[in-house]
Nanobody
C-alpha cells in the first residue's frame, strides 16, 4: 500500500519556476531518505536532488546546483523540489524516490512531467 504521488509539473517558459511535491503514504515517512530523479526522452534516469531523513543533509546534481532546492515537511509526509531559472534541458519526467537503506527498501512515484519551452 506504499504510494508516492508527485504533482506540480507542467509547462513553463525558460527562466520560470515550478515547485514539485511528492506525498508519501503507507510508510514511516520520516525514516526514509527522499530523492528526486528525472528522465528525459532517450536518456537515462538521473539523480537531481536528495535529502536525508531528518532533512539535515542535501545533495544536488551539478547541472541544477544553485537553481533547485529540495526540502521536506515530515509533518505532511511531503518532499518538495523548488525549481528556479528553468532551462529547456530541464525538460523531463520527474520521479520521487524513497529509500530506507538499512532494510534495502526503495519506492518510486509515477512521475510528473515538466516541460520548459517557449
Amino acid at each position: 500500500q506504499v504510494q508516492l504521488v508527485e504533482s506540480g509539473g507542467g509547462l513553463v517558459q525558460p527562466g520560470g519556476s515550478l515547485r514539485l511535491s511528492c506525498v508519501a503514504s503507507g510508510l514511516t515517512y520520516n525514516a526514509y531518505a527522499m530523492s528526486w530523479y528525472r528522465q528525459a526522452p532517450g536518456k537515462e534516469r538521473e539523480l537531481v536532488a536528495a535529502i536525508t531523513a531528518a532533512g539535515g543533509g542535501t545533495n544536488y546534481a551539478d547541472s541544477v546546483k544553485g537553481r533547485f532546492t529540495i526540502s521536506r515537511d515530515n509533518a505532511k509526509n511531503t518532499v518538495y523540489l523548488q525549481m528556479n531559472s528553468l532551462k529547456p534541458e530541464d525538460t523531463a519526467v520527474y520521479y520521487c524516490n524513497a529509500q530506507l537503506r538499512s532494510l534495502r527498501l526503495e519506492y518510486w512515484g509515477q512521475g510528473t512531467q515538466v516541460i520548459v519551452s517557449s
